[in-house]
Every structure is written in C-alpha cells, then in structure tokens.
C-alpha cells in the first residue's frame, strides 16, 4: 500500500468522518479511502467567486 494512502488511512482512523467509525475506515481498500478523501477535501464551485467572472444582474 502507499505510504501516502496509509497517511491518510491513519487521519481518517483518528478522526473519522461524520457517520463513520474508525473500524469502517480500517476496512475501506485504497480507492475507496482516496475517493473518500476527494469528496471530502474537494471544492466547492459556491465557494464565494459568483460574480468575479462579470456576471452581474441589476
């Protein structure tokens, strides 16, 4: 396994996310817990940039 992947394994064991358990996490394969740690960490397009690209409605 990655170490880069067990880093997070180990972040997420510690602190699990909202409706999971460390326990969950421990089972979790690579990819699950990478894409879970895309989902969380991903950005979100309503993030306060409306309106910097010129669109404007007066």
Known sequence: MNSNTEKLRKKYMEY???????EDIRCMSEVDLLDLDYFLNEDDP???DFGEEGFYIF
């Open 16 to 22: 699990p996310p909202e409706g999971m358990t460390s």
């Open 46 to 48: 309503f993030d306060g």
